[in-house]
């Protein structure tokens, strides 16, 4: 059965691969499984049919068949155990890519959500210019940490895997920032998960729902 995923109508970072349906869409490029998308508006976010399957009004949502999922590391999981591509035949190095699945969404994303909080929703408040210093502080200690882990390997552990997908991901979020720029290895890491042809597709996907072009290739 054809899974259907939930997208904005129109992404708020006008289809430049932030939004969280593009981390559904690579995992299933990458597993290489048609998938259908259903757009749905901020208001449509917010309604009772929309909530029965995100209790928080949210996007992504997956649904295939009887199940119906959300938040993007449960879905991606859920692909990556279902067909192959993303996870490790090996026991151990299958469990080690789940934990690096859970590094990027528990330890490697709350600064950097904390640093577009502060940008963006928390511009105007007065505690903001004391504030950033510190955020970023917390991301680049972060940075380090990971940059250290990785090392002059082109993956987390070994091949890539969807430890990896969930993490390039993560990172991408910093692009704007110039964070990820003080560490070369970690922005080559995200070039490379950039440039698989599973990201391409996903991203041109997601950039054909704001610009209104068919993608090509």
């Known amino acids: 059965m054809t899974p259907t995923i939930t997208a904005f109508e129109r992404s708020p970072d006008g289809g430049k691969g932030l939004a969280r349906d593009t981390r559904v869409r690579w995992a299933l490029e990458e597993a290489g499984q048609p998938y259908e998308v259903r757009l749905v508006s901020f208001q449509a976010m917010k309604e009772p049919a929309h909530l029965a399957l995100h209790p928080f009004g949210q996007i992504p949502t997956y649904e295939e068949g009887d199940l119906a999922l959300f938040e993007t590391g449960s879905i991606v999981l859920h692909i990556a155990e279902r ?6 035949g ?3 190095a299958r469990a080690r890519a789940i934990t690096w699945m859970f590094a990027a969404v528990n330890t490697m994303e709350p600064p950097i959500l904390e640093l577009m909080t502060a940008r963006i929703l928390e511009s105007d408040k007065p505690w903001t210019k004391e504030r950033l210093p510190l955020v970023m502080d917390r991301i680049r200690d972060r940075l380090q940490q990971l940059s250290a882990r990785l090392g002059k390997a082109d993956w987390l552990d070994g091949a890539f895997s969807a430890g990896d997908l969930m993490m390039v991901s993560v990172l991408l979020r910093l692009r704007a920032s110039g964070i990820l720029d003080e560490y070369p290895s970690l922005s080559a890491y995200v070039a490379r998960g950039e440039a698989r042809p599973a990201y391409r597709r996903a991203f041109a ?10 993608p090509t290739g």
Not at 83 to 88: R, V
Not at 205 to 214: D, F, H, I, P, S
């Open 205 to 214: 996907a997601q950039l054909a729902v704001n610009t209104g072009k068919r």
């Open 83 to 88: 067909h192959a591509g993303l996870l490790p």
């Open 90 to 92: 090996d026991a151990n």
